[in-house]
């Protein structure tokens, strides 16, 4: 399986970038599929999934700002970010898992940079 992501880029602070990750497979055929984010010198952490239900968590840090949903018919998910700050500066990774025998994959990560 590969996880292609696309979208990130250079914004200003209170700006908006809109991330898609499009699966070699269906998106359905996926338990779970959402986005990481790894800062310089940080743990990779989550940011937002979305359960095969159409559930989904997000970070506390990026409530109210950032909407994870699908794209069915590009069979593709994609985050929204709104509000950016200097602090969501990172490289984002699409994620899915198969749960139930966990397996999991990883995109190539991209690039997001909010200047102040």
């Known amino acids: 399986v590969q996880l292609q992501a696309s979208g990130g880029g250079l914004v200003q602070a209170g700006g908006s970038l809109r991330l898609s990750c499009a699966p070699s497979?269906?998106?359905?055929?996926?338990?779970?599929m959402g986005w990481y984010r790894q800062a310089p010198e940080k743990q990779r952490e989550l940011v937002a999934v979305?359960?095969?239900?159409?559930?989904?968590d997000y970070a506390d840090s990026v409530k109210d700002r950032f909407t994870i949903s699908r794209d069915i018919p590009r069979s593709t998910v994609t985050l929204q970010m709104n509000s950016l700050k200097a602090e969501d500066t990172a490289v984002y990774y699409c994620?899915?898992?198969?749960?139930?025998?966990?397996?999991?994959?990883w995109g190539q990560g991209t690039l997001v940079t909010v200047s102040s």
């Open positions: 994620h899915a898992e198969y749960c139930i025998t966990g397996v999991y994959f």
């Open positions: 497979d269906n998106i359905f055929r996926f338990d779970v």
């Open positions: 979305m359960r095969r239900s159409g559930d989904s």
